[in-house]
């Protein structure tokens, strides 16, 4: 079994992101049992529409598991509702900032993450790793990816399940913000391959 898990370049004036690392870190490990490909996206709406069908393609997952980063969270916040809706109040990488615009004019207006979210947020708590079941992605990247993903998978009629899991900025980011919380990189990606052992599970079951 094959997982795909993607993470994001710096973006804006940032200069790290650690969800970049995550996707590093995981590459070619394989965790309960399930080879992951990691792979860092560029935080641009135009390409994460091409780039996503073309990882997709490739790897062949049966499980996706797309990786943000959220500045501010407390929790593994873990999404349950991609929007078909580019809204953004900055500009991406590319200068690109679109305002009420569908990322497919013919897809329907959302989809619901088909990573067993639940059962992943039960694990989660039972592991004792911070976590919470989330109805909004935003209207930002993040979701673009999250739904370019779900239509994608959806309009072809692949046998693969997919979500997004927005996770809190590590301490190294928040250095001279007292009131902004964070989580260590170590327990980030216990949440990631948590994720990823639920939905082989979930898989095997269905």
Request: contains cysteine; charged residues 25%; positive net charge.
């Amino acid at each position: 079994m094959k997982a795909l898990v993607t993470g994001f370049e710096p973006w804006g004036r940032e200069k790290y992101n650690l969800t970049e690392d995550v996707a590093k870190v995981l590459n070619g490990k394989t965790v309960y049992g399930v080879k992951i490909y990691g792979y860092v996206l560029p935080v641009s709406f135009r390409k994460v529409m091409s780039l996503v069908p073309k990882l997709i393609d490739e790897v062949r997952p049966q499980i996706v598991v797309h990786t943000g980063l959220a500045p501010g969270a407390s929790s593994i916040r873990i999404e349950r509702v991609a929007v078909n809706l580019m809204d953004a109040k900055v500009k991406d990488n590319d200068g690109f900032k679109p305002r009420d615009e569908t990322i497919n004019p013919e897809g329907p207006a959302a989809y619901f993450s088909t990573l067993p979210t639940r059962k992943i947020f039960e694990r989660m708590r039972k592991s004792k790793i911070p976590s919470v079941l989330s109805y909004t992605a935003g209207t930002f990247v993040c979701n673009c990816t999250f739904y370019t993903s779900l239509d994608y998978i959806s309009r072809n009629g692949l046998n693969t399940i997919a979500g997004f899991i927005h996770v809190p900025c590590v301490p190294q980011q928040v250095v001279g913000k007292p009131e902004t919380p964070s989580m260590d990189l170590k327990l980030i990606l216990r949440a990631v391959k948590t994720a990823i052992g639920v939905s082989k599970q979930y898989l095997k079951r269905y």
